[in-house]
Structures are given as structure tokens and as C-alpha cells.
């Protein structure tokens, strides 16, 4: 029931007022962003969601689009700007995707949808991530997030798949809303932008 219907239902009538609610600092934050950005205030990519349907995930753009003499975008770390680096703090920068969620693209809670390219590299077991819709946050951010390995990540998303139930999302919800307030796991244990899994894989095994 609530898998199939309810979790449906809170879905969409928590994105709609919940932009109600945010749309002053959405305002706000797209103003600034699209300064730093020179008006680009939004970042759109192509994702994977349930049952490897792509979609395109909106998010706040926090990184700029410069590069260097040979046409190549600059490091991550470089292109962070500082008003990008306080909406990503703050995890603002996930703010649009209460729009992918009104669509139905996503949910609130689930794994959170990664690049299609990474399919590739996952294994039998970690492709059931896709069986349930990506989220905003899940399992794996309220229990290390960047913090730990992506092998570790992959086994809390199953973990969520096997153990969906409106118990565990408001456990997740509570958990969440706690790291807004005490920001933690962003970057790395280093404190570096997390390592894309394709490169991490190809490191992984020696390519």
C-alpha cells in the first residue's frame, strides 16, 4: 500500500508546497547563482531513475564553465564558486529537484540517480538500486554520504530497496534534515569533491 500508492501521494504534496513554501530562497539563491554563473542559475544532466529510465535531473549550478587554453573545463575544485559552495553546504543546490519529484521522476527519499554511463561497472546486486525511484536523499547520504566508499553506498541503496517502508523514509527524512543543520560527509574524508565512480573503478582496477 504504501510502496504502490502513499509514498506516491506524499511525493508530490510534499514538492508542491514544499516550493510554495521555498520558493522566496529559491528566488533568492537562483539570483545570485545566475551572477556567478553568467545566468546560467540551473544544471542539467541526463540520469538514470527506475528501471534505467533516463530523465534530466535538475540541481542548482554551483560550478562555473571555465577552462583552460585548450578548451578543457577546469578541475572541480576550481570551478566551485563560493556562492556554489555555500548552496552545496547547505544542500540547497538539491533544491530544484522537487520538480523532477512533481513529475514523478523521483522521489523524495530513494537512491540518489547517478550517471547512465556507470552502469557498466555496476554489479547484478547493486543494479537493484534501480528498481525503486531515485530520490533526493537516501540510506546511503544519512549514513556517510561522501563520507564512505562507493561499494558501501551501493549496499545501503539495496539495502533501502529490500526495506522500503513510510518507517524507514521518515527515519531517513529526520536523519536528513539534522545533516542540514550539521553539515557533514560533502566531500571526501580528504575534503575533496567526491571521485566520479567510473574513475574510481578504472583506479579501482589498475586502468
Known sequence: MYIFFLKRVIDFSAAFFGLILLSPIFLVVTIFLAFANEGKPFFFQKRMGKKGN?????????MNDRKDKYGNLLPDDVRLTKI????????????PQLFNVLKGEMSLIGPRPLL?????FYTETQMRRHEVLPGITGWAQVNGRNNISWEEKFCFDVWYVENTSFIIDSK?????????????????PNGNITEAFDKYMLRKNGQ
Open 172 to 188: 531517513i527524512l529526520f536523519l536528513t534534515l539534522k545533516k542540514i543543520i550539521k553539515p557533514e560527509g560533502i566531500n571526501d
Open 116 to 120: 547512465p554511463h556507470y552502469i557498466s
Open 54 to 62: 533516463l530523465f534530466s535531473i535538475v540541481k542548482f549550478k554551483t
Open 84 to 95: 556554489g559552495k555555500f548552496v552545496r553546504k547547505t544542500s540547497l543546490d538539491e533544491l
